[in-house]
């Protein structure tokens, strides 16, 4: 959910969707540089998609053959040794991969998931994660929650004053 600003004005300006307060500037350039990747290997990308398990998903990549990825970017080792909810996302993706930034140590992350090495201008893969496919109903709650999240933040940046109009509700 993008954060909300009320102006002088009345109208509300959305922040950065990519950025709700808990992502660091390096975290922020891992996440833009990956997103680069993976719209040359022409896959559609979103930021923070809440999944059916209530995790969220750093990014949910959607690809040209309906494959589903998630990538999880971590942005120190501290990043990465404090989390234990990413073996989860695999019951959400055909492909789970980490994505960090060259000051991090490749060896730290698990080889049964993909790597990939982004700075703010770019990625590049460095080790495939192993496909596992999602069963038909799995991809297509995954894919709809996908869709339907990318339709509700156009229309929050195309009318920012409907999210006014909504809160009054």
């Not at 069963?135 to 339907?148: C, E, P, Y």
């Amino acid at each position: 959910m993008t954060n909300r600003i009320q102006q002088p004005s009345g109208r509300l300006q959305l922040d950065d969707p990519l950025k709700d307060g808990r992502q660091s500037e390096t975290a922020l350039k891992v996440w833009r540089g990956t997103a680069r990747l993976l719209r040359q290997l022409d896959f559609a990308c979103m930021p923070e998609v809440t999944l059916a398990s209530a995790r969220r998903a750093d990014l949910l990549a959607l690809g040209p053959k309906h494959e589903l990825w998630i990538i999880e970017v971590k942005s120190s080792i501290a990043d990465f040794r404090a989390d234990t909810k990413w073996p989860d996302y695999r019951l959400h993706c055909d492909r789970l991969y980490f994505a960090t930034h060259p000051d991090v140590p490749a060896d730290i992350f698990p080889d049964d998931a993909g790597l990939i090495l982004a700075d703010g201008f770019g990625a590049e893969i460095l080790r495939e994660a192993p496909e596992h496919k999602l069963a038909a109903a799995t991809r297509k709650s995954v894919t709809l929650r996908f869709a339907r999240n990318a339709a509700n933040r156009l229309h929050d940046l195309s009318d920012p004053d409907g999210l006014r109009f909504f809160d009054r509700v």
